[in-house]
């Protein structure tokens, strides 16, 4: 029983074999050839999440969702939140590939000792709580925790180990080019530069979970 992290935002989860991962983007670019993922995804690793039983998705950003990484991935059971109107599952239903939906805010079990919470969120994005071998693993991924701060809390309550992986930075693809009605630019959040590892520690403690993992955060700008 074990985990890694790899990629932008990609859980792997293994017992004896790899059962799931999220968020696969493992090759090509994102947002019309604007990003680029930092680091090439190693050997072992693309070999896990191309032999991983289950894919999970968590929203339709191109750095999550990405076509050209779908390209290499037919034949597995894809799974989805419930999100309203189901965009994401009509488009890869027409792909070809196998759709579940997961019921949202209840558990389902993927293998003996790994498990799914999947939580759908107002901005059509969808956290997921993995359990695995009675740890706790609170992805919120870009979503943050909209709506389901409590609920979240009151589950990782109930255990010993527990982990946080959520998007970090600076905010700077949000908002940075843009001027005033007088052409004067509006200084952008992230020239704030508030401390990475202080948003991260916060998040962590309104949550309740004792440990975090960098993660959807790892891409570069290449124009």
């Keep these: 029983m074990h985990f890694e992290t790899i990629g932008n935002a990609t ?11 999220t968020d696969p983007w493992i090759q090509g670019a994102a947002y019309f050839g604007s990003w680029k993922l930092s680091h090439p995804i190693p050997p072992a690793q693309l070999d896990a999440i ?3 039983k289950y894919l999970w998705f968590s929203h339709g950003h191109p ?3 990405n076509t050209g990484s779908l390209k290499q991935l037919r034949g597995k059971n894809i799974l989805l ?5 189901g965009r994401m599952a009509v488009d890869l239903r027409k792909q070809g590939f196998q759709v579940a939906i997961l019921p949202d805010r209840q558990w389902v079990e993927l293998s003996p000792n790994i ?5 759908t969120t107002v901005i059509q994005d969808s956290v997921l709580l993995l359990e695995i071998n009675k740890r706790i693993f609170v992805n919120l991924n870009d979503a943050g925790s909209r709506d389901c701060s409590l609920l979240i809390r009151r589950i990782v309550a109930n255990y010993r180990y527990s982990y946080l992986l959520m998007l970090s930075g600076y905010g700077d693809t949000d908002m940075i080019n ?5 052409g004067t630019l509006i200084i952008p959040e992230a020239a704030r530069k508030f401390p990475v590892g202080k948003q991260l520690s916060t998040a962590a403690r309104g949550l309740g979970i004792k440990s975090v993992i960098p993660f959807s955060s790892f891409h570069t700008y290449q124009r």
Excluded at 115 to 119: A, E, L, N, Q, T
């Design 11 to 21: 859980v792997i989860c293994y017992e004896d074999r790899p059962v799931l991962a």
């Design 50 to 52: 191309k032999n991983c």
């Design 63 to 65: 750095d999550h969702l």
């Design 81 to 85: 939140g419930d999100h309203v109107g």
């Design 115 to 119: 498990r799914v919470f999947c939580i």
């Design 178 to 182: 843009f001027y005033d009605e007088d």
